[in-house]
């Protein structure tokens, strides 16, 4: 994937900033500029607010990929699901710190920050939320509480900031 | 609006085609189309042309006007219009061809599909597809297409107890059903331990689970019913035609075990049609992963919802209910050219109305129903077609 269409999306795959409705409430994540879920879209139009998820949620249904996606094939096999957050908005991440096998609908996870993926001859490596079960992640960087060992999410584009 | 009738029918062999280019199928299944439709080419209005990615897949974008050229009607100077939809190109095509002639827009049009997949590796086909999917909410934290698809699988096994077996079954009876079809890209019977027991993709999902990457390309011609007789003895009426749309990535729908567009578009081609599931005798279902063929026959009301595995541990559309599913061997064994899928599932329905389906043929079929899908489900097409006696 080209780095700056990477690298646009970087401070909500590290921080977990998603929006919130001021009509209705309701959160979303990644952040909409306007409301779905108002009858009415355009009541929405310039009434959405920043709002960081916590990170944590359920595990809603999952997989566990031995075809690997492109640039992740170093990781296979590797458990891949669909997250509620405690929030309410779903999301899709890898779920890692326990063998796939222990893997099932209703665990307990929390985000964590990791590694997501190395890209190109560079060796780019892009960084994002991956989910750990809850008593796991307790102990590892959390998106959003600006962790040291996080680049932060506010820098420009640049390939070497990337690197390891 | 008019009445549409399909006037002709074409298409080439699916597979590997390793020694044909993209423009000489696109031509062989639209002059077979014409052909069929004894129309001459000089009164066609338009050419419609689905076509995912020959982009990512032939470094060659703007390719409608391309297959017209090499059809000899560049001098006829007419609309060429290319229709992406991902793995719904070729359905979303048939939708645009079928509303220019019931406009009155254009009286004769042909919609072809095409797609030529296999002159790029396996894994950059992967990535291809994949990216009908949401890359930067899905594909970037490892997601693949099959990934997607094996999660809808999980949870529909969890909430309703559907089987592995119940899975598996699809693929065994596209694969009969392919290997009585000639053009089918697999000719070869599996049983279901084999696709039980195949290399895992995306667990529960197997490499039998999904289907190929296929070159290969299909075309209707498409005119107004009045006129239809003067072009063909046995015309199909277009008797619903309808697109559903959603959000772009799985975790944001309402029901992961449901695809909305399929049940939205499925509840609006009845109505159109003015017919219900049990008056369709054969269906072409986008099993694309044998989850998606069982979780399409729940959206459309052939099954209630839950009851997919039960109905595959039955056979109920295989050869014992009143609707037959894909006798063309479907996505997975007759083959997924994307942009070419949507067209071809129409194709065997025509042939079916027709009686022309040969060893496939499911006596007495009236009524039709074509279902494909894009994505994990972020567009669905359904498309009812019925006899005219
Ligand atoms: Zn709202």
């Not at chain 2, 002059?31 to 995912?52: E, H, I, P, T, W």
């Amino acid at each position: 994937m080209a780095i700056a269409r990477f690298w646009r999306e970087t401070p909500r795959r590290y921080n977990l900033g998603g929006s919130r409705c001021t009509v209705c409430t309701t959160v979303y994540f990644p952040p909409r500029s306007v409301c779905p879920t108002c009858t009415t879209h355009r009541q929405s139009l310039g009434k959405m607010e920043p709002f960081q998820l916590s990170g944590d949620g359920e595990v809603v249904t999952f997989t566990v990929v031995h075809e690997a996606a492109n640039g992740f094939e170093m990781l296979v096999p590797y458990a891949l699901a669909i997250v509620q957050t405690v929030e309410g908005p779903l999301l899709t991440g890898q779920v890692v710190n326990l063998r796939p096998e222990d893997l099932q609908i209703g665990l307990k996870v929390r985000a964590t920050f990791r590694k997501l993926r190395e890209e190109g001859p560079a060796g780019v490596i892009h960084y994002g939320y991956k989910f750990a079960p809850k008593e796991e992640a307790a102990m590892a960087p959390r998106p959003g509480r600006g962790s040291e060992q996080a680049p932060a999410a506010s820098h420009a584009p640049e390939p070497s900031r990337a690197r390891a | 609006m008019r009445d549409v009738a399909i006037l002709g029918i074409g298409m080439t062999k699916f597979g590997e085609l390793w020694d044909r280019s993209f423009r000489e199928i696109g031509i062989e299944a639209g002059f077979q189309a014409l052909v069929d439709g004894k129309l001459s080419s000089r009164d066609l209005g338009a050419l419609y042309l689905g076509n995912m990615a020959s982009g990512a897949f032939l470094e060659q974008e703007h390719i409608a006007p391309l297959i017209l050229d090499y059809a000899g009607l560049a001098s006829h100077h007419l609309p060429a219009i290319r229709v992406e939809a991902g793995g719904a190109s070729g359905a979303m095509a048939l939708h645009e061809g079928y509303l220019a002639v019931a406009s009155g827009a254009y009286d004769f049009v042909v919609v072809g599909g095409a797609e030529k997949m296999t002159d790029v590796s396996d894994t950059e086909a992967s990535r291809i597809v994949d990216a009908t999917a949401d890359t930067e909410w899905e594909l970037v934290f490892g997601a693949t297409l099959p990934a997607l698809w094996a999660m809808i699988a999980r949870k529909h096994m969890h909430e309703y107890g559907t089987r592995r077996e119940d899975l598996a079954a699809l693929p065994v009876h596209d694969h009969l059903m392919a290997s009585k079809n000639p053009l089918a890209h697999f000719r070869n019977k599996v049983s279901l331990e084999q696709v039980i027991n195949s290399g895992i993709v995306a667990d529960p999902l197997g490499l039998l689970d999904c289907a190929p990457l296929s070159d290969g390309a299909a075309a209707v011609l498409l005119g107004p019913l009045e006129s239809a007789r003067k072009y063909t003895d046995t015309p199909v009426k277009i008797a619903a035609s309808q697109v559903a749309c959603d959000t772009m990535a799985l975790h944001h729908r309402r029901d992961l075990t449901t695809l909305d567009s399929t049940a939205v578009a499925g509840t609006r081609a009845f109505s159109q049609a003015r017919h219900k599931p049990t008056d369709v005798q054969v269906a072409e279902i986008d099993d694309a992963y044998s989850i998606g063929g069982l979780v399409a026959l729940e959206d459309l009301g052939f099954v209630a919802k839950g009851e997919a595995g039960l109905a595959m541990r039955d056979g109920r559309f295989f050869g014992k209910g009143t609707t037959q599913i894909n006798t063309s061997g479907g996505l997975k064994a007759q083959g997924r050219p994307f942009g070419a899928v949507g067209v071809a599932q129409v194709v065997e329905l025509v042939r079916q109305l027709r009686g022309d389906a040969k060893d496939r043929q499911v006596a007495g079929a009236q009524v039709g129903l074509a279902h494909s899908v894009g994505g994990t489900g972020a567009t669905s097409v359904v498309t009812i077609v019925e006899r005219v006696n």
